[in-house]
């Protein structure tokens, strides 16, 4: 039996290109590429400070966003249940 692995790279590719990355992810890719970045004048530095503080609430905030919709989805669910 032969093995077609360029067949399977394929599928393998289209596959990871058609599921977007999370917020959880895509924060901390920003935030990793802010921390190695050093700011050449006192205006840069102040800016990448405010900037790394802005992804903190966004992280904050998001992880919020994410218990409220993991709750509402529980409460919907017991309604439908009770409703059928």
Known sequence: M??????MTRR???GES???????ALVESVSG???NM??????ESRQ??????HLKEIKTLSRRLEE???????ELQILEENRG
């Open 2 to 7: 032969k093995i077609d692995f360029d067949a």
């Open 12 to 14: 393998f590719l289209m």
């Open 18 to 24: 058609k599921s977007k990355p999370s917020i959880k």
């Open 33 to 35: 590429m802010l921390e």
């Open 38 to 43: 050093r700011g050449k004048t006192q205006k």
């Open 48 to 53: 990448l400070s405010v900037a790394q503080q």
């Open 68 to 74: 409220r919709v993991f709750k509402l989805e529980e």
